[in-house]
């Protein structure tokens, strides 16, 4: 596994440096989402799903590598965990608490990667390799 992520890492270092700046931006992002959503009762089924997402990207990358298809498994993950939390966000208390503002910014920044991981998906499915 250790010699999966550091070849993610390589390929990733490999490629545009936005793509590194947002990952290193997205990776504690999602991982603090996911400990944080865990100690509130309503907010855990998007913690897991929010998390499950990381295992499916490398599960991807070891099958087809660094391709655009590895939004693939943001998409199968983060898409029902933003239609979960969009359902319960009366429940968010954004003026109230700090973690109501934390999931505000939460579903600003899975809603920016679901962008790139729909238009990745699509091109790959289109052919666009690479």
Do not use: C
């Amino acid at each position: 596994m250790s010699e999966l992520m550091a070849n993610f890492a390589a390929d990733t270092a490999a490629g545009p440096q936005w793509v590194s700046i947002w990952l290193n931006i997205l990776g504690p992002v999602i991982l603090l989402t996911s400990v944080l959503f865990l100690f509130r009762k309503n907010l855990i089924p998007a913690a897991i799903l929010i998390f499950l997402a990381l295992p499916s990207v490398f599960l991807l990358y070891a099958y087809f590598g660094y391709e655009r298809i590895l939004g693939l498994g943001h998409i199968s993950f983060w898409t029902p965990a933003v239609i979960y939390l969009f359902k319960i966000r009366h429940t968010w208390r954004v003026r109230e608490t700090w973690l109501g503002k934390w999931i505000v910014f939460a579903v600003v920044i899975l809603l920016i990667s679901l962008a790139f991981d729909y238009v990745d998906v699509v091109r790959w499915l289109l052919g666009e390799r690479g």
